[in-house]
């Protein structure tokens, strides 16, 4: 199987790997699509991702592909169902998983298999932690290729909800990549109001008005905290970092009204800073969420099928680009140099006869 890899020296590539064999409690599943992660991809390609040092490494973490074979002691999957979030376990050939989605094969743990036979996290024989909660079937109506969307919909959206975000409150988020968009679509369905997005992007201020933001703001060319005071006098309930811009929280410190929160959800290559809360109020507090909580990723599927189901919420929108996978290396280049969105890298029709 092929699978893109970022080497020793950051350089990316395509390599070939032996498909890896499920054991009795994994299913084989075949990749149909992977979206490329502006945050986690670009910060393990740079070696800047927090608490990940193995390399070469295979990438990606946001797939959808669908099971082509299951081991035999597998209760939770059948042949045919399209899953997110497949990975690699181990490493191929002396590449590491830095997950693996942007594989062509990956493999999925069987918790529930697992757990039939005493085999839970901590014990032996068990090969992954809690992240397996969030590999789940999504319907089978659902398009494979746009629904790699599902995997940021569930991250931001548990991100969301531990945040503590309320219907009727105020809420400043800056960036409007597909994380910011997300926050933006998901405040507008829960209620929240005036919903501000800052972006430095004419046409990601266009889009942020069609997710469902009352404002948007040039923060390039216009005064922030002068347009912010003028809609809201008293500041914002909430300020969020969703680009992993350690300013944005100084920033955020001249918005927030009285026991305003400031919520960073972005993934910073910077891990430290002088911290000004003299531009702040008297009470305030400040919470990351850089790694959603698998439980609650795993229990924000059903509300993100819903919400699509109902048509409130569309994998389409967030979209701006499908490539082939034969073009991954140019479509990470177009990331890396901020010319492109959110794009979904798509594989090549099925070729199963090397599964053995």
């Known amino acids: 199987m092929r699978a893109l890899v970022v080497e020793n020296d950051g350089r990316l590539g395509i390599r070939d790997f032996p498909i890896p064999l499920p054991n009795d409690y994994q299913v084989l599943v075949r990749m149909i699509s992977c979206g490329i992660c502006n945050g986690t991809d670009l910060k393990l390609i740079n070696r800047k991702l927090m608490g990940f040092d193995t390399y070469p490494a295979i990438l990606g973490h946001e797939g959808v592909g669908t099971v082509v074979k299951k081991g035999k002691k597998v209760v939770s999957f059948e042949i045919g169902d399209n899953i997110i979030k497949p990975r690699l376990y181990e490493p191929i050939d002396g590449y590491y998983p830095g997950f693996g989605g942007f594989s062509e094969y990956g493999l999925v743990n069987d918790l529930k298999a697992l757990a039939k036979d005493g085999i839970r996290p901590g014990t032996k024989g068990f090969s992954e932690s809690e992240a397996d909660r969030t590999r789940q079937i999504i319907p089978p109506d659902f398009d494979p290729v746009s629904s790699a969307m599902i995997n940021t919909f569930c991250e931001v959206l548990s991100a969301f909800g531990n945040f503590g975000f309320q219907a009727g409150e105020s809420i400043v988020i800056f960036g409007c990549g597909a994380v910011g968009q997300s926050f933006t679509r998901f405040a507008a369905i829960s209620g929240l109001s005036p919903i501000i997005v800052c972006d430095i992007k004419e046409p990601k201020l266009k889009t942020a008005q069609a997710m469902g933001a009352d404002n948007t703001i040039n923060s390039k060319e216009e005064d922030v ?132």
Request: charged share 25%.
């Open 225 to 356: 905290k002068k347009r912010v005071l003028e809609i809201c006098p008293k500041g914002v309930d909430y300020v969020v970092d969703a680009v992993g811009c350690t300013g944005i929280i100084n920033q955020g410190m001249k918005l927030i009204k009285f026991n305003g929160k400031i919520c960073v959800y972005g993934i910073s290559t910077d891990l430290y800073m002088q911290l000004d809360w003299s531009r702040g109020p008297h009470n305030w507090s400040l919470q990351f969420i850089q790694l959603p909580t698998y439980k609650d990723e795993a229990e924000a599927l059903s509300q993100v099928i819903d919400w699509i189901k109902n048509g409130v919420l569309v994998q389409e929108d967030f979209i701006t680009d499908v490539v082939d996978f034969d073009d991954v290396i140019d479509a990470f280049d177009l990331v890396m140099r901020g010319k492109a969105g959110k794009i979904i890298v798509k594989f090549p029709p099925p070729d199963d006869s090397r599964i053995h």
